[in-house]
Nanobody, 125 residues
């Protein structure tokens, strides 16, 4: 199983960026597809997640209303559209996957089984 994250880069505060995650190696129909981030010197934190089947979405309070997670079944892709970016959004962003039937919160990284390599987002103020 592989999760290939891409789309990171340098953007000015207030700008937008879209991250992509290309999962492969198995069917993810009964999975949460999540995004996490880790800023320098900080612990990895939950950003958003989506149920592949049904498309229910969940967000951290810090990004709610600014970020949108989505998936494209035809292209087998997961996206994180980020808008109104702030300097505090600067981090390495990771896509991750976990079975829906696993116990524990979808917002905790320890409950995710598969991880991508991360893509760096830098927001300049």
């Amino acid at each position: 199983v592989q999760l290939q994250a891409s789309g990171g880069g340098l953007v000015q505060a207030g700008g937008s960026l879209r991250l992509s995650c290309a999962p492969s190696g198995r069917t993810f129909s009964n999975y949460y597809m999540g995004w996490f981030r880790q800023a320098p010197g900080k612990e990895r934190e939950f950003v958003a997640t989506i149920k592949w089947s049904g498309g229910s979405t969940y967000y951290s309070d810090s990004v709610k209303g600014r970020f949108t997670v989505s998936r494209d079944g035809a292209k087998n892709m997961v996206y994180l559209q980020m808008s109104s970016l702030k300097s505090e959004d600067t981090a390495v962003y990771y896509c991750a996957a976990r079975p829906i039937y696993y116990g524990g919160s979808y917002a905790e990284d320890i409950n995710y089984t598969y991880w991508g390599q991360g893509t760096l987002v830098t927001v300049s103020s």
